[in-house]
């Protein structure tokens, strides 16, 4: 009968302690005669398992007041991890962009770091605090199950529980898209629109597309299934074989696929809008969608302060908007 019982406790230990560590619980906690009631114990053991929840850390119990969850978050971290997509590798990609003005302003402030390759990065160290861009989900996982934070670079976490542990700082695509449409301005039917979008299933081709073509109904899309312009050619070829009277390019590399082509086929270029605002877009006097390079660093970079110095508050998510650069080559 007592070994039943033993295992019984046991149990109804584990799926408490389960409770703290996801963040279920928070505030005060059920007081003995609460647990004695819901899990069918007696109130003796109850009360036990509330002392040893304390004497684990997970529980303060105040007298006269209650049981309360313990603030159990380890020590703030002592650096910064920047794990980064290899893409970051390609000059003048967006990654290799942020990538080093991200550490350029690091060092500039003296905020401690390292950086690592998605492919070669292990667990996030409790002593570090993860700054992740385009890397694998389980990079980040280990972190939020330790209840550690860290920080997403133009993405955003998952709903519930995650996006309580990780800040993010992203790009409004959609509005950039809406934003490309609206440089066009009035466009006539007797050409049609065009749109060259990334690679099919990246979130940031996705929301470029759906804020231009909820301006533009009419408009063709044709998926390049890459960001750059070499790999990007057959697209852009089949897409001008359309006789396009605009374009609307998801990134620059894409409007700078399209330029060449029409030097391939030996045609006028249509009118184009690039996205991003990269160096080859000023190299081409291309018009585009420019990316808030300025901001989106800046307030990487306060949040990773922040968190260093100890900070617990809440995740944010904040959603920066693009801007229109016209040029008047393009």
């Known amino acids: 009968m007592s070994r039943s019982r033993s295992r019984r406790v046991h149990e109804i230990q584990r799926i408490l302690i389960e409770r703290l560590e996801t963040g279920y619980e928070s505030g005060r906690f059920p007081s003995a005669r609460e647990l004695s009631t819901r899990y069918g114990i007696s109130y003796q053991t109850a009360d036990r398992l509330l002392r040893e929840l ?12 209650g049981t309360f969850v313990a603030q159990r978050l380890a020590r ?11 893409r970051a590798e390609r000059e003048g990609s967006f990654g ?33 605090f993860a700054v992740a861009w385009e890397v694998p989900a389980r990079l ?15 993405a955003r976490p998952k709903p519930g529980f995650q996006a309580t542990w990780v800040d993010a700082v992203a790009v409004d695509d959609f509005s950039g898209g809406v934003c490309a449409a609206q440089m066009f301005g009035p466009l006539g039917r007797k050409s049609p629109v065009a749109v060259l979008g990334g690679p099919r299933n990246d979130p940031r081709s996705q929301g470029r597309i759906a804020g231009f073509t909820s301006v533009v109904k009419s408009a063709v899309v044709v998926p390049a299934g890459t960001w750059f312009a070499d790999r990007a050619a057959p697209a852009a070829r089949r897409l001008l074989y359309e006789r396009p009277s605009a374009v609307f390019c998801c990134n620059d590399r ?3 696929a399209v330029l060449t082509a029409c030097g391939t086929m030996n045609i006028k270029p249509p009118r184009i809008i690039g996205f991003d605002d990269a160096p080859v877009a000023q190299e081409l006097g291309l018009s585009t969608v420019a990316l808030p390079w300025a901001a989106l660093v800046e307030t990487a970079v306060g949040i990773i302060a922040r968190r260093l110095a100890g900070d617990t508050g809440h995740a944010a998510q904040v959603l920066l908007a693009p801007r229109p650069v016209r040029r008047t080559s393009s």
């Open 54 to 65: 304390a004497q684990q850390g997970y529980l303060e119990r105040r007298h006269g007041a």
């Open 76 to 86: 703030p971290p002592e650096k910064a991890r920047l794990i980064f997509n290899r």
């Open 96 to 128: 290799h962009q942020l990538l080093e003005r991200l550490r350029a302003c690091l060092e500039a402030l003296s905020v401690p770091f390292t950086t690592v390759w998605h492919d070669v990065a292990g667990p996030v160290e409790d002593h570090e």
């Open 140 to 154: 980040l996982e280990h972190a939020v199950e330790r209840r550690r934070f860290a920080l997403l670079l133009n």
């Open 254 to 256: 894409l409007a700078q």
